[in-house]
């Protein structure tokens, strides 16, 4: 079998604003079981880039350990890249950010990486609003590990060879909420018509950026008893209502009855569009996001779509005033500013 990806393609395919066709956005050929969501997953974050004309040398995928944190070998394959330790992403990626704001972060993680080993590390990555992309692929599982019950795992979910898990689950969504998150979101690997607009939101929004995709192991966990299979996940969602993304450069023309679309406004004056909102709340409110959580899993429905967004909360540079330029780039007299500047500092602190 040949793990080799054809470099043909179409002489006439689809060129972006930067002159990029969708091919420079890939990566190497996908070795997860096929049919995995992992794989949309990637697809989409594809699709999104090359929309947002944005060169991949300008951005750095950062990953831990399992199936999920595979996948950054499969899109963005010119751009920078750091495969971490299990559950330490989060430390990674806020080292590299530290270094150099000027590159744009995404982290790709799952449901063991994030929900179990890396939870210390997840929750501080929150708190400090690190200004990244942070995506989980939550599959329910451990995939690379024979398919054990995850902490996202739904009471009495079972998987293929296991039984029904009698452990409450990690609403990972939900924690976000609580540590601090500016954008949260939730979606399903199989609805890219969804996933694409959150992804493009997500580039657009300074600060931490959240994503739970439901994301289906279709060895281990794709069973009629799973809570994160196929079956279940597309006859349990709840949407918060039809989502698109409207670049700033474009007019804004949506034509819907009054009450039946809401906006969202991020840093650059781009907007998340939320036509026909099922559940019509304030998005920038963070107990109505909670509650609609919750009563929508009252009803053993999963919420997906746009959950929560708020574009006034200040990043990590900005929180403690770090240096603008890459640490890389400072010079001598940048990074050794002379005795009377550091006699002045060490004043302050008598």
Known sequence: MSYLKSSFRHPNAKVNDIGFTKKDYE??????????GHDSISAAIVESYFAMNIEPHKVAKISGIGCSSKTPTYFL?????FNSVHGRMPSVATGANMANRDLQYIGVSGDGDTASIGMGQFAHIVRRNLNIIYIVMNNG???LTKGQDSATTDIGSASKKGAPNQFSSIDLC???LQLGAGYVARSFSGDKNQLVPLIKGAIEHQGFAFIDVISPCVTFNNTASSTKGYEYVRDHLEATGTIDFVPHRQELKIKQPDGT???VELHDGS????????NDYDLTSKREAMNN?????EQEK???GLIYANKDLPDTHQKINTVSKPLNSLNKDELCPGSGILDALNAGFR
């Open 271 to 278: 907007k998340l569009v939320l036509q026909k909102n099922k």
């Open 174 to 176: 939900q924690m976000a």
């Open 261 to 263: 679309s809401k906006e």
């Open 27 to 36: 990566g190497a050929l996908s070795t997860l079981c096929a049919g995995c």
């Open 77 to 81: 394959g010119k751009a920078h890249g």
């Open 293 to 297: 959580i919750e009563s929508v899993r």
């Open 141 to 143: 599982c451990y995939g």
């Open 302 to 304: 999963i919420l997906t």
